[in-house]
Nanobody, 124 residues
């Protein structure tokens, strides 16, 4: 069974940084597009960032551009989300997702595999 396992969440102060990791198990995701989504309390799950199988192109939601960076190391079958200059509004559960497509997309319907999520709390 394919599983995506996120790690790296936690409680930080506004302005701090965190790096989330996603390490799939059960199969290699090196040929898949990968994405990060988040869900804040009382809100729908929303797109944060995505990366194609080769590393380019990448896409970001406007609110995180210039602060977050998605990357991947296919040899390690791992995807990262570096989050800098965190704000209180970034507080959410962050989910890693894998798409059978090779090209990055922001469409949630294109993602076939999901992790259980890791919580990020930013205090102001």
């Amino acid at each position: 069974q394919v599983q995506l396992v996120e790690s790296g969440g936690g409680l930080v102060q506004a302005g701090d940084s965190l790096r989330l990791s996603c390490a799939p198990s059960g199969r290699t995701f090196s040929m898949y597009a990968m994405g990060w989504f988040r869900q804040a309390p009382g809100k729908e799950r929303e797109f944060v960032a995505s990366i194609s199988w080769s590393g380019v192109p990448t896409y970001y939601t406007d609110s995180v551009k210039g602060r977050f960076t998605i990357s991947r190391v296919n040899a390690k079958n791992t995807v990262y989300l570096q989050m800098n200059s965190l704000k209180a509004e970034d507080t959410a559960v962050y989910y890693c997702a894998g798409s059978r497509d090779t090209i990055a997309t922001s469409l949630i319907s294109k993602y076939n595999y999901w992790g259980q999520g890791t919580r990020v709390t930013v205090s102001s």
